[in-house]
């Protein structure tokens, strides 16, 4: 529990949209597909000790490749820049957060064996660049933020579209502001179950190796 956090508010620990506004398909050879563009990202991460969220405008691919005919590997690379603000959620006399730019960087990697068993390892990282307030800061100070977040997860197929899984979660968050040093907060290491299952489509009718 985080001293002083509410807790009702705290229940959301996760929340992301992301979808391609402007871009096309591409293929390289007969096993891989991919689409790449401008995509559009919304992104909310609360993991108790520290918030951030974010709306941004990034350039990224998302691909598949079928390396045989039961194991399909799937990756996404995207690298945008948009608005948004972070900060701590524990003691109120002690929070402090920052708001302005935020670049960020996504990398995820996906392996899918025969649509019964999901392994899948995302890395994000976000620099928050700007004004903040709260915890002895000005409005007027200019600081930064640097928070990774890595996400790894195994999810087991149990009938037709329901599989159970358990993912491995790991944040940090390093801020500092002009003339008051550099702090460093981070979550700890949590396990946690889920319930979702994302199928993969049919294998290509010919090319994929057998």
Known sequence: MVPDADPISNLNENAAIRGLLLGTSYELGDDYRGIWGLFGIFD????????ISTTALGLGT???WWLTRQIALQGTVLGGVGFGASGTVGDKAER???Y???PEVL??????FDEWVMV????????????????????SDIGSEIINRVNLGRTVRVWGPHGIGVQYLVSTRDTSVQGLGIVTSGSRPS????????????APSSGAPR
């Open 62 to 64: 998302v691909g598949q």
């Open 44 to 51: 909310y991460r609360s993991p108790q000790v520290f918030r």
């Open 120 to 139: 899948d390892a995302t890395g994000r990282t976000y620099f928050v660049a700007g004004k903040g307030a709260g915890g002895g800061i000005s409005t």
């Open 96 to 98: 402090d957060y920052h």
């Open 191 to 202: 396990t946690s179950p889920t319930t979702s299952w994302a199928t993969r489509g049919s």
């Open 107 to 112: 990398l995820g990697l996906r392996a899918i």
């Open 100 to 102: 302005g730019v935020v």
